[in-house]
């Protein structure tokens, strides 16, 4: 029983995620032109990005708790954070390329929330880069702590605010009305909703998944003491994974 109480919310994921693609293929979905069965996509793409937003947000506050508390688990919960944000963000894209095919009649487009997101993804690349390129442990996590934070700050706008303040293709950016208010339907609403859960807890899943294999790589590394706040830490990139 204790068990699985400790592992409750990954049964649910698994549950919810097997729910998300049968229903999301057959659930009777509302006839509409241009989108027609391409509109199933919105079972996948739009719940990675929920996914990718909430991962970033918890690599931000992991950032900031670092910077305070000077805990490398903060650091390493904040960077496998971004991995499984970006991940997620990717796939996203990929999604979102399928769809713009489908209804757009491209895989790319010239739309501000298409070109931000895609910014977006470069400067979290970026950050990876950055992070590598230090051998410092304690001064990487403090540069990529503050590097983070102002990414974020970047990409939010340009993916959420941006779009609406300029002409957008996608749904509720642009004055182009949203999903909700005109084709997601219950049946839709019925898949939709436990679909932005299951990939949200799916992305949480992977993200401690990263954080345990990184956290046994740095103690390998480094013996017992090395989260300790107190104690200043200096590995390279050879010893222990960025």
């Known amino acids: 029983m204790s068990l699985f109480w400790k592992a409750w919310w990954k049964i649910l994921c698994v ?11 057959f659930v ?18 739009v719940p990675m990005w929920f996914a990718m937003t909430l991962m970033l947000l918890v690599s931000v506050i992991y950032s900031i708790r670092y910077l305070i508390s000077r805990n490398l688990k903060d650091d390493i919960v904040a960077s496998s954070s971004v991995r499984v944000g970006l991940l997620f963000g990717i796939a996203g894209l990929v999604t ?15 739309d501000p929330k298409l070109l931000g997101a895609a910014v977006g993804l ?3 690349l970026a950050y990876f880069v950055l992070r590598g390129s230090m051998e410092d442990l304690d001064k990487r996590a403090r540069v990529a702590a503050v590097t983070n934070v102002m990414f974020y700050a970047i990409f939010i706008p340009a993916i959420f605010i941006v779009p609406r303040l300029t002409d957008s ?10 999903f909700s208010s005109y084709d997601l339907d219950n049946n839709m609403r019925w898949v939709f909703y436990p679909a932005v859960l299951a990939w ?11 954080a345990r294999i990184q ?3 740095l103690r390998l590394a480094g013996g017992p003491d090395i989260f300790n706040a107190k104690k200043k830490v200096h590995a390279g990139p050879a010893d222990v994974t960025a």
Do not use: K
């Not at 549950?15 to 293929?25: C, H, N, P, Q, R």
């Not at 032109?33 to 199933?40: F, G, K, Q, V």
């Not at 293709?169 to 949203?178: E, F, K, R, V, W």
């Not at 949200?200 to 990263?210: E, F, K, N, P």
């Open 122 to 124: 470069l400067l979290y």
């Open 215 to 217: 956290i046994i790589h």
């Open 28 to 45: 009777p979905i509302p006839e509409l032109d241009i989108l027609h069965e391409s509109i199933r996509n919105l079972f996948f793409h």
């Open 15 to 25: 549950v919810l995620l097997l729910y998300t693609i049968l229903a999301g293929f």
């Open 200 to 210: 949200t807890l799916l992305a949480g899943w992977i993200m401690t998944l990263v």
């Open 169 to 178: 293709l996608h749904p509720g950016n642009g004055g182009n009305p949203a």
């Open 96 to 110: 979102g390329m399928e769809w713009a095919r489908a209804t757009w009649g491209a895989w790319w487009v010239n």
